[in-house]
């Protein structure tokens, strides 16, 4: 059996684990956090993406964990409501579509828990790749080389994978002029399945209920050139959300207080990832390391969901990984690019029912079952 070891353990990582134990392979997977990890927003699943959570029997176990949200408001830089819906949600689509909307981390721990028996190696990083003829050597922070059949990063928008198998990010990450931080609060606005969107110019954010309204996910964000900052200096990057978010009023300056204790505290450039090829021998990417969309897609964790279910099924149809990886390229591309393209939308000038209605329009614009040459 071929043995893959996947780079990253989250949506990506784990769909696609699933997938390949399906079709015979061995997946290991290694995930750089010391546990899976937590926070991040109510991420959808939608169109072609719902098909393959109903595929891995999932569907009613995440309908059973979805987010209710009745509607939404946005409001102006002194919090005067100036949009009201009870049909479309920005973060959640048209309310009554079907499609799933459910806590990142309760997507993954529903995916893990059918990965049961899968390796798993958390707390340790890829440090060098060597592709030799019939195999991959790969060598670790911690853990001792290991040699597999491929290796597939699924590492996010900061791939570690991509770095060492394709060169650096700086060549492949297109940046939209936006920075996005996200925390959890508990639901002292007392609000009631609803998303209240407020912005002036370069500043904005979100707050919407989750879990039942006991919680609150608030996102705070900027306009701006590329930054230069440390992934992993959390109180650095509290700080430059406390530095630019400014002149909003409502409840934002209580965010920024609140921010400061939060301890799941995301933060993230609205960034892009534009390649021509998603593999190198046998190292290729899946999910945000091939093609992040970015959040303000809102297409992120299906292209994901899709990416993996399309490459393991391509890699379990020919024992030609070449042709395979050509094939999902083939297959998942303008896909890609038509998901790609809602996060280019002009927010400012595109009311909140079109840009659901144009997601809507592309959600299912790939055939999971297509066959290709
Ligand atoms: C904690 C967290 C919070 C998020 N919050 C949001 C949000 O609020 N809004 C939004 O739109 N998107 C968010 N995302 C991104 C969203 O999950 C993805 O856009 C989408 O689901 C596609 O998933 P992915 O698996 O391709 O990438 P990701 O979900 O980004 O997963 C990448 C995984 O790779 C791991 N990893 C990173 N580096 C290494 C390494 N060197 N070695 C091994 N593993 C590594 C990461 O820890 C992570 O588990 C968040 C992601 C994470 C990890």
Redesign the pocket.
Known sequence: MATVLI???????SALAYWLREQGFTPVV????PAP?????A?DVRGAALSVLRRMELEAAAHGLENHTDGMSMLDAEGNEVFRSEEVALSSGNLDSGDIEIL?EDLVDLIQERNQGIEHCFGD??TAIAQEDGGVTVEFEHAAPRRFDLVIG?????S?TRRLAFGPESRFIRHLGTYLS?FSEENYLGLDRWQTWFNSGAVGGTVMTVRDNAELRIFLGFASDPIEYDYRDVQAQKQLIADNVTGLGWEVPGFIERMWKSEDF?FDAMAQIKMDSWSSGRVSL????AH?AA?LSGQ??SL?MVGAYVLAAELGRTDDHEVAFARYERRMRPFVEANQALALMDREKTPPEEMVARTDAVKNAIDLDAVVD
């Open positions: 780079s990253g353990s989250s949506v990506a990582g290694l995930e750089h956090a990890r937590r926070g991040g927003q991420v990142r990083s890829i699924a590492d996010g928008l900061h570690n996200v995301y899946v999910g945000d390391a992040c959040p992120g964790t994901a």
